[in-house]
């Protein structure tokens, strides 16, 4: 039995709440087919890593932003023994949050286990998703009745109508083709045992504990919160993230003989002035990259707590910050603890840091002010902080290095340069934290002082490196709108969405990377209206005929003015849209032509077309020279992507 967990990737935070109405739940009645027309249309992610469909047993939202895919056998003492963990789950997470896919893997040392999926199934194809689950949940309790008696029993007190085509169904195996696809595709997916669990297209194998699908179920929520944010419709999430990050695992996955060394790999983390707690002889040094509004950052600070009781000066934490972008008020939290730390040093860091925590999710302006004024701080200099971004720069080092040692959520912490990723627990700290102060009494046993103990491990440590960077091709548009030098060698492709938060929080970074490069690039848009936003196809009209009438010029002019307006009343609707042509001086009559009869629809559709094509389904999206950069990233990323860009061109 593989009791291992593989996990890739990072985890992300709560759903966008109250954004979007979850929708569907699967429920039973008829065949399989008639049980998903009961719950709503038939509905497949056959694009999926792992595909499913409504034609298989589920419990949950159609769109839960994390699905998990069970492969499972009903004989197997093992897959009995998860049950207990994965009801936990289901009552911890609720069917809005999470999904689960039910696929037969009946292992061939266990006679009884194919005509118990075959009997599973048929209950699903006769009496639906409830139906399944009643059945389900009776033959793992009595696994040792396991036998035609029982699956007639258990099928009528679930539910299934008609008993005598129940049972002709079992004697002339006519589900027994579902069981073996599925099979099929756990053999597909890799899987050499039950039970196993693919979250979002992650493996966790074997029945674990808990908490351990609890660690990848969190992280991929966080994950989850960026799609959804970034423009994924969320029954697309699914399709989109098991793509991901079976593609991740692909290519991460260690040689079979470095399988077991993987976990002891030594990152470079470089220190810098980050703020420090701890003395500078502790021997394990503990790096957190972290982001005062993300609620999994917070559940970590109780865990560190613990590993502060239990190690005392034995360990330091140095605080790296990784506000994400969906996160608002991450970034001014970041400029508040940073400008504690320039005015009280890394005791005022860590007071504030405590401040923000406790007070998560209360962070707007006035808890801020709140927290500055309890700290002592300067109100005039916080709020210029906020308002100039005067640590910026400082904060964009952190990300970049996050970047570049591949984390793409928090929290993320480093152990004397070993990687623990996301909201763990305490064990999990302490298994790393005891190696590692046994590697660092070694080398103080060889005369290492225990101030140099960290510089000395890093010597030898990983290099960081940016991830390798996803190429994409969009459909050519050469007279899509345009600024910058139109004959630069490194083309910037921006797919936006003029109603997207995120995508009107991306254009100042992207002013000052076209300041920062000037005539070296060109920035090219294309016009990438979400569905969930109704203004926003009506304000590329309006964009695109600015375009027609007066150039890039006029396109520009009109593209500023629809962000700055975006989240005034009616800022996006057609009146204002007309005031907004009539102020820069469009003709007025063709104008209101185009938006009356949509002139540009055919454009903007093919710019929609050429990025579903791409597997782009979210905004803000940038194609420089063709690497994809997905979402609203800070400088630093854009930065390392056009200079690679750049050096390629020559």
């Known amino acids: 039995m593989n009791s291992g967990v593989a996990t890739v990737g990072f985890l992300l935070a709560f759903l966008a709440g109250g954004a979007l109405v979850w929708g ?50 009903f004989q197997c003492p093992f897959c009995g023994r998860a049950e207990p963990a994965i009801a936990q789950l289901k009552e911890h997470y609720g069917k809005d949050k999470l999904r689960f896919v039910w696929k037969d893997e009946p292992l061939s040392m266990h006679e009884k286990a194919k005509p118990a999926a075959e009997a599973g199934q048929g209950v699903f194809a006769l009496a639906g998703n409830d139906a399944f689950w009643k059945f389900h949940d009776a033959a793992f309790k009595s696994q040792a009745a396991l036998g035609a008696e029982s699956y007639v029993r258990w099928a009528k007190d679930a539910g299934v109508p008609d008993m005598a085509k129940y049972q002709a169904g079992l004697s002339a195996h006519t589900w027994a083709d579902k069981v073996d696809k599925n099979a099929a595709a756990g053999n597909a997916a890799g899987i050499t045992g039950a039970p196993a669990f693919f979250v979002n297209g992650v493996l966790v194998s074997g029945a674990q504990p808990v908490d351990k699908y609890e660690a990848v179920i969190d992280q991929e929520l966080q994950k989850a919160q960026a799609k959804l944010a970034s423009g994924v419709p969320a029954d697309k999430v699914y399709v989109v993230m098991s793509q991901e990050n079976r593609k991740s695992a692909a290519a991460k996955a260690p040689p079979a003989a470095a399988a077991d060394a993987a976990d002891t790999t030594v990152h470079k983390v470089p220190l810098g002035a980050a703020p420090i707690e701890g003395k500078p002889d502790a021997l394990v040094t503990l790096v957190e990259f972290s982001d005062f509004q993300c609620p999994f950052c917070k559940r970590a600070e109780d865990t560190l707590k613990q590993v502060h009781e239990t190690y005392g000066d034995k360990v330091r934490v140095v605080w790296k910050n990784q506000p994400l972008p969906f996160h608002d008020r991450a970034e001014p939290c970041a400029e508040l603890a940073m400008e504690a730390k320039a005015e ?239 102020g820069q001086g469009l003709d007025m009559t063709r104008f209101r032509a185009a938006l009356d009869h949509l002139t540009h629809q055919a454009e903007i559709d093919a710019d929609t077309k050429s990025a579903a094509d791409a597997q782009i389904h979210g905004a803000p999206g940038f194609l420089v020279n063709g690497y994809y950069v997905s979402g609203a990233q800070p400088l630093g990323k854009f930065e390392k992507v056009v200079d690679r860009a750049l050096a390629e061109a020559k």
Not at 53 to 69: E, K
Not at 394 to 414: Q, R
Not at 528 to 538: N, V, Y
Request: glycine share 6%; hydrophobic share 40%; charged share 25%.
């Open 24 to 73: 569907y739940e699967a429920h039973g009645g008829g065949d399989a087919r008639a049980s998903a027309a009961s719950a709503g249309a038939a509905w497949s992610d056959a694009e999926a890593a792992i595909p499913v469909s409504s034609a298989d047993p589920v419990w949950g939202s159609r769109t839960a932003p994390v699905t998990i895919v069970e492969f499972s056998d």
């Open 344 to 582: 009280k040093g890394d005791r005022g860091f860590w007071d504030v840091h405590d401040r923000l925590f406790a007070s998560n999710p209360k962070l707007e302006d006035a808890d801020l002010d709140a927290i500055a004024t309890a700290a002592g701080l300067n109100l005039d200099k916080v709020h210029a902080a906020m308002k100039n971004h005067t640590y910026k720069k400082d904060i964009d080092a952190d990300e970049a290095l996050a970047d570049s040692l591949g984390m793409t959520a928090t929290p993320n912490f480093f152990v004397n340069g070993r990687s623990l990723v996301g909201a763990v627990p305490f064990e999990r700290f302490k298994s790393l934290v005891d190696d590692e102060l046994a590697r660092a009494q070694s080398l103080a046993a060889k005369g290492v002082p225990a101030a140099k103990i960290y510089d000395e491990t890093m010597k030898t440590a990983v290099e960081p490196h940016a991830a390798d960077l996803e190429k994409k091709t969009l459909t050519a548009a050469p007279n899509a709108p345009a600024r910058g030098n139109l004959k630069a060698k490194v083309v910037i492709e921006e797919l936006s969405d003029f109603q997207c938060p995120f995508c009107a929080r991306a254009e100042p970074t992207l002013q000052a990377l076209m300041k920062e490069y000037g005539d070296r690039v060109k920035l090219v848009w294309r016009n990438l209206p979400l569905s969930m936003h109704p203004d926003a196809p009506l304000a590329a009209e309006a964009a695109m005929e600015a375009y027609k009438q007066k150039g890039n010029d006029g396109f520009w002019k009109m593209h500023d003015t629809l962000f700055a307006s975006q989240q005034k009343p009616d800022g996006l609707k057609r009146a204002a849209l007309e005031q907004y042509a009539e």
